[in-house]
């Protein structure tokens, strides 16, 4: 760990009520005492509590607070001493300069959350929860980043490591005491290990799908022919006017893109333009926007006239996403009555609204989430959300398989133990234990600076 002090303002640059500069290292109360001055001596200030005072700086002084974090109760687990100044662009980088001046240097990005994971005060997914939480746009986000920050997927991880520390220990009883004859006891206890790994594993990475989701938002792409009402249904889902609506074909030429949340989880809906045949060369371009949203969605919105029979156009459409299994129907205009032949949506699920009228819009959301989320998964405490998280529980979960067929094969248990290290060790890289740095400097770069 070099040992130097950092700084940096840790709010949003702005006026505003309140401005934070923080500092951390061996010599940030070396520091402070060259700039702050209150009613007792920076060196007998107690850790964890408020100072009024004056901070001087080279242009300017200011009335401000100081609060002390003595190593290793900091977040970095070093010493460090945070400002709280007056809001303002000029001042914060005022102070900033003075600390700059007398000795601290600028930190880079995430470095106050890297020092922290470099002095076991956090875990490279804990981390990785501060990030997202920083991150997070919708609540469904904020608790599992919450859940990640807090170490959820960090405690899963250390259990799965103790199983398989246990095998390797069983194992070693086999190799050194052979005269024992304790092979096949062995190999049924291992398999046993393995086998709760294995299941444990799958169980998380079924998670993964949902936390993409929540993660990156469920893309709903709104499809249909003209005047079916698309735009009136995205309006209606986002409970206000964002799509223009008018009885003229062709109103929308281009995809349009908005969100929304519902039950804390982030729904973007893409407004397409009609499919039809259209000579209108504008058009055709938002027409061949709309089939290529097709393989984008998560869901796709299928809406019909409920209020008109089946047309040409409609049909296009069904044999387009015929083979798609992620579509809910959407029969429009009950308002007017419903004459629309079923026999097109068969075996689809099918929700009838009015989106003028609003009639059966929560109902329409709550089917969308109930297809989309499996109850059973987002009431978990632990849910991948991370894309490195997933990659290495499925390429843990290759190297479980391959440590049981290899364990079924018959083959010397010398052998086994190697693959089984080799899971430890894969597992490793989530939390940090068998990291390389570059990942982890990757993974540090995305903080902002002061964090």
């Not at 889902?237 to 349009?256: C, E, F, P, S, W």
């Not at 938002?286 to 097709?294: C, T, V």
């Amino acid at each position: 760990m070099v040992n130097n002090t950092i700084c940096a303002i840790s709010t949003p640059i702005g006026v505003g009520g309140i401005s934070i500069i923080r500092m951390s290292g061996n010599n940030v109360r070396d520091i402070a005492n060259k700039v702050f001055s209150c009613s007792v001596s920076v060196y007998d200030v107690e850790p964890r509590k408020l100072y009024l005072g004056t901070l001087t700086t080279s242009a300017f002084k200011e009335k401000c607070m100081m609060v002390y974090f003595k190593s290793p109760a900091s977040y970095t687990g070093e010493d460090m001493i945070e400002f709280q100044c007056h809001g303002g662009v000029k001042l914060a980088y005022g102070v900033l300069e003075e600390l700059v001046n007398s000795g601290a240097r600028i930190a880079e990005g995430g470095e106050f959350t890297k020092r922290a994971f470099i002095n076991g005060k956090l875990s490279l997914d804990e981390a990785e929860g501060v990030i997202d939480i920083i991150n997070s746009e919708s609540d469904s986000e904020i608790r599992a980043g919450y859940s990640l920050m807090q170490g959820g997927l960090k405690s899963g991880v250390i259990e799965l490591q103790g199983k398989l520390t246990d095998c390797l220990a069983k194992l070693e009883v086999n190799m050194d005491y052979p005269e024992e004859d304790l092979e096949l006891e062995t190999k049924q206890d291992v398999c046993r290990e393995l086998s709760e790994v294995k299941d444990r594993l799958v169980s998380l990475n079924s998670t993964s799908k949902t936390g993409m989701c929540i993660k990156n938002g469920t893309k709903l792409v709104i499809l249909g022919k003209t005047n079916v009402g698309k735009s009136s249904l995205m309006n209606a889902l986002l409970n206000y006017d964002r799509a223009i609506v008018t009885d003229i074909q062709g109103t929308t030429r281009d995809t349009l893109e908005e969100t929304y949340e519902y039950k804390g989880i982030k729904f973007s809906v893409v407004d397409t333009a009609g499919i039809r045949n259209s000579s209108d060369i504008v058009e055709n371009i938002g027409i061949e926007k709309s089939k290529k949203a097709i393989n984008i969605a998560d869901l796709i919105l299928f809406v019909l006239d409920g209020s008109s029979n089946i047309s040409v156009e409609d049909r296009e459409i069904a044999d387009l996403i015929k083979d798609k299994s992620n579509v809910l129907v959407i029969v429009n205009k009950t308002d007017k009555g419903v004459v629309l032949d079923r026999s097109i949506f068969e075996g689809r699920d099918v929700v009838e609204i009015s989106a003028k009228n609003g009639i059966n819009i929560d109902t329409l959301k709550e089917r969308i989430y109930n297809l989309v989320f499996d109850n059973n998964i987002t009431s978990q405490s632990v849910i991948l959300t991370n894309i490195r998280h997933i990659k290495i529980i499925q390429e843990a979960l290759d190297l479980t398989n391959n440590a049981i067929s290899v364990l079924n094969s018959g083959v010397n248990l010398d052998l086994l133990s190697i693959d089984i290290k080799n899971i430890w060790l894969k597992l490793g890289e989530i939390t940090g234990e068998s990291e390389v740095e570059e990942i982890i400097n990757t993974i540090f770069a995305k903080f902002c600076v002061g964090k």
